[in-house]
């Protein structure tokens, strides 16, 4: 009996090391936001965090444990299936999701694991009945504390803010460039660092992190009297964050890289979105100068609103869309022609006024052109000859995670675009898989915070995939239906899996070989891409 006891709750161990570390790491995911997770919850995949199968399975066992007669014999059969439950996660244990570690991740973990004890030790019944109460109770627990550390994070980051706007202020005037949109933040933001880096001392925003306390903690860890550029990448999730971080940094240069459906649950329209990400050109100092997609409707509008406003308004685009501003001076007009692009990189020319030069940039995607042109237009807004700018621009590399083309295995190729996914992302990494030769295999996770867009979304994603692509592999089954509409508007024949990272992983080996080209797009399919590399 006791022996059986001890195995059970073994068991139950590996299952809460498990659960303990997906919870930290979706918690870190969603940064600790209410109004983010309340939104995952509502997802088919969310649903599986506060009663997933398995879960009410152990319910309905320890229900059975009171109600049925012969307990020793019940709990004996109960301890043996959780032993059993136990091999299954030590099976997958190089697959436990970790977060890296920070304050919050140790004090979250902490109290989930003196919440575990302290309940399986104060029941008045087996230990694997409380660890059972336990299971049930652990995601509403974690959602509490993490409330509870709502008011002591303020108040640091408060803190840790208010060092980094003096620290600011203290030093010698510099360029500052603010960067915002729904999607290119990130990419416009490296290829602009890697070209003004080679003319100017420049500091950057690290990886994503584009929010003020990210922004501080930047400017505390890295500043230095020697910058003369920084720039900023800017995003947010509702209106007066960016407005925030514009005051904290004070950028005379803003970029507005484009506006699509990302987010919408919590902005609550696209409207809401344009006003939040224009919070970056209304603060605006010194020349003023907003730098924005002409490729774009929305951004176009938010052009005019800059005008309206007094800036000096900057354009680019890549499919000649310069009729939309025909009073801006040539030379803030910058157009990408004979655009080029192939499994090595993007090459295209660039024109502004008078001046054309060539650009020849190993990243992949055509739509990188665009990235690159609003890199080379920012950095001619911060000092630089066009002639300088693009010459550096063919030294720039991809986003981290941002189609990354790395070796697969059986000779494949493998695009890592793991950083992020949204509509527009989505299709533009899409067409690019659409280009290459031999089998192709899109590995996808569906997009949440789409909000009334989310629907329509994916069924145009999976109308483009299906016609791209030979296998789609879904991460979970949230607006399949959607998804699969879209394949079946193009395709009858297109397999469409909804599968975990062990069968994505499994599938990926059993069909692909030499010259095949598989696209990782989204956060959740780097789990299957860590499995295959």
């Not at 139950?12 to 918690?27: A, D, E, I, K, P």
């Amino acid at each position: 009996m006791e022996i059986a006891s001890l195995l059970g709750i073994l068991g139950f161990m590996l299952r809460f090391g498990y659960t303990v570390s997906g919870l930290l790491f979706l918690w870190w995911r969603k940064e600790y936001r209410w109004d983010r997770m309340m939104i995952h919850l509502r997802t088919k995949q969310g649903g599986t965090v506060v009663m997933g199968r398995t879960r009410i399975m152990l319910a309905i066992a320890a229900f059975a444990w009171f109600v049925l007669p012969y307990k020793p014999v019940t709990e004996i059969l109960f301890s043996a299936g959780l032993c059993v439950l136990g091999i299954t996660y030590v099976r997958r244990i190089r697959h436990w999701h970790l977060p890296p570690v920070s304050p919050k991740v140790i004090v979250l973990g902490a109290m989930l694991v003196l919440f575990i004890v302290w309940l399986a030790v104060r029941v008045p019944y087996p230990a694997v009945i409380g660890l059972t109460i336990a299971d049930v109770l652990l995601f509403p627990f974690s959602a509490l504390v993490v409330l509870g550390m709502t008011i002591p994070t303020r108040v640091y980051h408060m803190s840790i803010i208010s060092r980094a706007v003096r620290a600011l202020s203290h030093h010698a005037p510099m360029t500052v460039i603010g960067i915002t949109g729904s999607y290119g933040k990130t990419s416009v933001k490296e290829y602009l660092a890697s070209i003004l880096s080679g003319s100017v001392v420049t500091l950057k925003t690290e990886a994503s992190k584009n929010s003020p306390i990210g922004i501080a903690e930047t400017i505390l860890r890295s500043l230095s009297s020697a910058h003369q550029a920084f720039i900023v990448e800017m995003g947010a999730y509702k209106r007066g964050e960016i407005g925030y971080m514009a005051t904290m940094v004070k950028p005379e240069i803003g970029v507005l890289t484009a506006i699509n459906p990302q987010h919408q649950d919590l902005f609550g329209s696209i409207e809401v979105t344009m006003q939040a990400k224009y919070e970056l050109i209304q603060g605006l100092v010194g020349r003023k100068i907003a730098i924005v997609n002409l490729d774009d409707e929305k951004t176009r509008t938010m052009g005019t609103w800059a005008i309206r406003d007094g800036c000096q308004l900057w354009g680019w685009t890549t499919r000649g869309a310069l009729h939309a501003y025909k009073g801006i001076a040539g030379d803030h007009l910058f157009r990408a022609s004979k655009i080029r692009t192939d499994i090595h990189g993007v090459e295209f020319d660039c024109t502004s006024g008078k001046t054309t030069e060539h650009v020849s940039s190993p990243v992949v995607g055509i739509h990188q052109a665009g990235n690159i042109l609003a890199a080379i237009a920012a950095s001619v807004a911060g000092g630089l000859t066009l002639e300088k700018a693009c010459a550096a621009a063919s030294r720039i590399q991809a986003a981290h995670k941002v189609m990354e083309v790395i070796p697969g295995i059986q000779g494949a190729v493998f695009v890592d675009d793991t950083f992020n996914n949204n509509p527009d992302a989505a299709g533009a990494a899409i067409a690019f898989l659409q280009g290459q030769k031999g089998k192709k295999i899109l590995v996808f996770q569906p997009m949440i915070e789409l909000g009334t867009y989310a629907e329509r979304s994916h069924e145009e994603v999976g109308a483009l995939a299906g016609a791209a692509c030979d296998a789609i592999l879904l991460t979970n089954d949230s607006y399949k239906e959607a998804f699969e509409r879209g394949v079946r508007r193009v395709s009858r024949d297109v397999p469409v899996l909804v599968v975990s990272p062990v069968q994505a992983a499994a599938y990926i080996r059993g069909h692909i070989g030499k010259g095949d080209t598989v696209l990782f797009k989204g956060k959740d399919t780097e789990h299957t891409l860590n499995i295959l590399v």
